[in-house]
């Protein structure tokens, strides 16, 4: 018996030690461990001017439902309507020359 339980011990050890878990960054998708701060989801428009003032870009709405594109340099904020759909930090991307 002691000697099964030893045995099933060092299955444990040796298969725990083999499981790994791999983390997969997007580029410029939002990275919750990330040092820069972007509008979260959910935010509305006047709550994005409050915390990270006027973008330096904004692109009118288009389509239906209407998305709203703002420009802050390092990170664009997608609207849909008046609220936050995606953060999207774009100092990630590989830019094409």
Known sequence: MLASRKFLV???????????????????????????????????MEQVLAEFGEPERRIEAIGEPPITTWDYGDFRVYFEHQTVLHSMDLTTLIMPR
């Open 10 to 44: 060092c299955l444990l050890v040796i298969f725990s030690a083999s499981v790994q878990a791999e983390r997969v960054l997007i580029p410029g998708h939002y990275d919750s461990n990330a040092s820069m701060v972007m509008p979260q989801r959910g935010s509305n």
